[in-house]
Nanobody, 127 residues
């Protein structure tokens, strides 16, 4: 059974950092692109960052470029999102998601291709 579990969220002051983890089970990262998305209540879920299974290519939303870093540890089946210089507008529930591609294409920041989702972790940036 495919499962994704996010962790690492919490309350942080503006300018602080958090590292989110997405632990996957039931499949190998070798064949899945992984994306991070975020959503506020009543709003659309938006793509934050993703990493490709084929060649490790990464993409970032303009709003987080230069502040967030996505990485993966295939041996431990975990994907990370390092979030630095956090701002109050980064306050969302963050989700990781998996897109089974078998390495045939790079990841995208759109929701459509992602079939498997975690339950989300809350990130609150506030003083």
């Amino acid at each position: 059974q495919l499962q994704l579990v996010e962790s690492g969220g919490g309350l942080v002051q503006p300018g602080g950092s958090l590292r989110l983890s997405c632990a996957v089970s039931g499949f190998t990262l070798d064949y899945y692109n992984i994306g991070w998305f975020r959503q506020a209540p009543g709003k659309e879920r938006e793509g934050v960052s993703c990493i490709s299974s084929s060649d490790g290519t990464t993409y970032y939303a303009d709003s987080v470029k230069g502040r967030f870093i996505i990485s993966r540890d295939n041996a431990n089946n975990t994907v990370y999102l390092q979030m630095n210089s956090l701002k109050p507008e980064d306050t969302f529930v963050y989700y990781c998601a998996a897109d089974r591609t078998f390495g045939y294409r790079r990841c995208v920041l759109a929701r459509g291709p992602y079939d498997y989702w975690g339950q989300g972790t809350q990130v609150t940036v506030s003083s």
